[in-house]
């Protein structure tokens, strides 16, 4: 074996061409025939192309193998998403290209980062169904202690001090009917401030946005009759005239303000109706107290018995002529009547009562 090695410098570090050259010389030296050499190179030709194909095979099988890894993480990695109730992951790669091996080492980060997550959410359920029992042993020493007139505070803070820790709800009237209903009342309130300042934040933005939109459609009108002038045709838009269709949405918009403005004064007229008797009733003196000299502060507070008949008429007369009135100045000296009927001075008082009709012809 050594003579071989010592014949053979080359075969430790030998190439396919350098063997079969050897193997031509060892024939040579031999006397092998030429059909037996062609035999023997069909012989190690086969034997190479088994080789090949095996190893072509072993790393087809491997390209599968990967693939079916790829898949699977894909498939763990969209399992994980949905069981944490995540619908997208900022580790997860956003190019899908490049070769298996890339991929592969792309999403590894990602599912081991959702893996952790996993566990720690697993872990916080675990803690949760342990705080539960918990609690439903202490609602069960709670009940004991409660059969057996045992103190429950105590027996709980003998077990662990932490299980009385809170002193919200077990403080004395925490949890009062009074105390709810309030809280209920001021849940309402609230909710009714929320809805007006919802309401009002809304008819404000529509008061802006009709603002923008009075502007825009005269525009818009003034655009569109220059250009019939211009071409002497009508533009029409859906086959309706534009300029009509402009008319018809101011005519719309007018209607609404004046049905807002309705609105309002039926409004305003509703509320003075509703304060105004009161005020008259009120300064109505009680027909049991005399009068007398020393007493006008009392008829100049509330108005004297005889005066306060023809006051009424006069208030009544106004409030029938207010229906063809204007916002302007007689809504405001309906408004003003019972306050210069109250503010009567000394003097227009004593004046009332001697005889003479003072109060009816003061403004």
Same mark, same amino acid.
């Given at each position: 074996?050594?003579?071989? +090695?010592?014949?053979?410098?080359?075969?430790?570090?030998?190439?396919?061409?350098?063997?079969?050259?050897?193997?031509?010389?060892?024939?040579?030296?031999?006397?092998?025939? #030429? =059909?037996?050499?062609?035999?023997?190179?069909?012989?190690?030709?086969?034997?190479?192309? #088994?080789?090949?194909?095996?190893?072509?095979?072993?790393?087809?099988?491997?390209?599968?193998?990967? $693939?079916?890894?790829?898949? =699977?993480?894909?498939?763990?990695?969209?399992?994980?998403?949905?069981?944490?109730?995540?619908?997208?992951?900022?580790?997860?790669?956003?190019?899908?290209?490049?070769?298996?091996?890339?991929?592969? *080492?792309?999403?590894?980060?990602?599912?081991?980062?959702?893996?952790?997550?996993?566990?720690?959410?697993?872990? !916080?359920?675990? =803690?949760?169904?342990?705080?539960?029992?918990?609690?439903?042993?202490?609602?069960?020493?709670? #009940?004991?202690? *409660?059969?057996?007139?045992?103190?429950?505070?105590?027996?709980?803070?003998?077990?662990?001090?932490? $299980?009385?820790?809170?002193?919200?709800?077990?403080?004395?009237?925490?949890?009062?009917? =009074?105390?709810?209903?309030?809280?209920?009342?001021?849940? !309402?309130?609230?909710?009714?401030?929320?809805?007006?300042?919802?309401?009002?934040?809304?008819?404000?933005?529509?008061?802006?946005?009709?603002?923008?939109?009075?502007?825009?459609? +005269?525009?818009?009108? *003034?655009?569109?009759?220059?250009?019939?002038? #211009?071409?002497?045709?009508?533009?029409?838009?859906? &086959?309706?005239?534009?300029?009509?269709?402009? +008319?018809?949405?101011?005519?719309?918009?007018?209607?609404?303000?004046?049905?807002?403005?309705?609105?309002?004064?039926?409004?305003?007229?509703?509320?003075?109706?509703?304060?105004?008797?009161?005020?008259?009733?009120?300064?109505?003196?009680?027909?049991?107290?005399?009068?007398?000299?020393?007493?006008?502060?009392?008829?100049? @507070?509330?108005?004297?018995?005889? &005066?306060?008949?023809?006051?009424?008429?006069?208030?009544?007369?106004?409030?029938?002529?207010? &229906?063809?009135?204007?916002?302007?100045?007689?809504?405001?000296?309906?408004?003003? @009547?019972?306050?210069?009927?109250?503010?009567?001075?000394?003097?227009?008082?004593?004046?009332?009562?001697?005889?003479?009709?003072?109060?009816?012809?003061?403004?």
């Amino acid at each position: 074996m050594a003579i071989t +090695d010592a014949q053979n410098p080359l075969l430790g570090e030998a190439t396919c061409g350098t063997l079969l050259q050897k193997l031509q010389e060892i024939w040579d030296e031999v006397g092998e025939s #030429d =059909d037996d050499r062609d035999k023997m190179l069909i012989q190690i030709e086969q034997e190479c192309l #088994d080789v090949y194909k095996k190893k072509v095979e072993q790393a087809a099988k491997s390209r599968v193998q990967l $693939l079916e890894a790829l898949s =699977d993480a894909k498939i763990e990695l969209a399992r994980l998403l949905s069981a944490l109730g995540e619908k997208s992951f900022a580790g997860i790669p956003e190019k899908t290209s490049g070769t298996i091996k890339e991929q592969l *080492a792309a999403i590894a980060p990602a599912l081991e980062q959702l893996w952790e997550q996993k566990a720690e959410r697993v872990k !916080e359920f675990s =803690d949760s169904g342990r705080l539960h029992k918990v609690l439903e042993f202490v609602s069960n020493v709670h #009940d004991l202690c *409660a059969v057996l007139g045992m103190d429950f505070f105590s027996t709980i803070t003998d077990v662990h001090p932490s $299980l009385i820790d809170s002193t919200d709800v077990q403080s004395k009237r925490a949890l009062a009917l =009074d105390l709810i209903e309030q809280a209920e009342v001021e849940v !309402e309130r609230l909710d009714q401030l929320k809805a007006s300042r919802m309401k009002e934040i809304a008819f404000r933005k529509q008061t802006e946005l009709e603002e923008i939109y009075a502007p825009l459609v +005269d525009t818009l009108v *003034a655009k569109t009759r220059a250009w019939e002038e #211009d071409r002497g045709v009508h533009f029409a838009y859906d &086959g309706v005239p534009l300029l009509a269709m402009l +008319d018809e949405y101011a005519m719309l918009r007018q209607e609404r303000e004046e049905e807002k403005r309705r609105m309002r004064d039926q409004k305003k007229f509703n509320e003075q109706q509703g304060t105004e008797p009161e005020a008259v009733f009120s300064a109505r003196p009680s027909p049991a107290r005399p009068v007398g000299t020393k007493k006008v502060v009392g008829p100049r @507070a509330n108005g004297s018995a005889n &005066g306060t008949p023809s006051r009424r008429l006069s208030l009544n007369a106004n409030q029938n002529g207010s &229906g063809s009135a204007t916002k302007g100045g007689r809504r405001d000296n309906r408004l003003s @009547a019972p306050l210069n009927y109250v503010a009567i001075s000394k003097d227009d008082a004593a004046s009332h009562f001697s005889g003479t009709d003072t109060v009816s012809a003061s403004p």
